[in-house]
Structure formats: structure tokens, C-alpha cells
């Protein structure tokens, strides 16, 4: 065996150490986040006047980037959305619409000021089974129909 290949062998040793020595040291302590848990560690080069091939620098696993949650459903003038749930659910829309008005889910006797431009957003739980108009109340236009079916 060459003494370049001794020197190679050696830093690898080396390397495979410094990651045993950090996941031992970090093991065990679940207070920590995740991201802070898998450090990169440090590899070992090559000396100058080694004919060894330096080992090339580990890099960090990039954190997932979250899903985004998806929004509720968006009820305007102009499109009627039909919203379907069971019984015991939890109803939530949104409504946006182009000048002031008054939002009111039929059945249920919700009501809620738009401003023009501004979106607003309905959340309550769906324990009246039937089909309900949503509207605009003084434009008296059908936004949506809220269909809550028995569990």
C-alpha cells in the first residue's frame, strides 16, 4: 500500500469520526428543531505534497418548503359556486364583490358587510341539512347555494 493511499485511507477515518462524533452529540435531544439536527460536517483534505484526491464538501439537505393550506372557496357576483358539507362540518367561503354590500346565507340568517374591493370570510358550523342561497343581499344577486347534506 502507498503512503498516498495510507494518507487517503486515514482522511477518510477521519471524516467518518468528526460524523460519528456529531450524530452521537446531537442524538437524543428531541427539544431541538430538525433543521438544527443535521449539521454538515466538516471532511478532511488532502496535504499539500499527498497525490490524494481531496474528498469532496458534504452539503446540507435544504428544508422542505410547507405546502400552503388551501383557501376557501371565493364566491363573487357574476359566478354561482355551489358549496357542498356534511352535517357537523365546518362552512367556509369567502366573498369579495365590486361595491358595498350585504352577504346572507339563507337558512342559516348569516349576514356580513363587503366593502368594494375588500374580501370577507364566512367560518360556522353546518348543522342545518338543506339546500341555502347565498347572496348579495341589496343587488339581491345569487352568489353561491349552500347544500349541506344529513351525516
Known sequence: MSRAQRLTFLALAVAIALVALVVLSSGGDDDEP???ASQAAPTATATAGSDAT???AETETPTPTPTPKPQ???LEPGDVKTL???QGDTV???VRADTADEVHVHGYDLM???EPGKTIAFNFDADI???FEIELEDAGEEIGRLRVDPD
Open 92 to 94: 367556509r367561503f369567502r
Open 72 to 74: 376557501p372557496p371565493l
Open 84 to 86: 357542498r358539507f356534511d
Open 34 to 36: 430538525e433543521s438544527t
Open 129 to 131: 341539512t338543506g339546500i
Open 112 to 114: 356580513k358587510d363587503v
Open 54 to 56: 481531496p474528498e469532496p
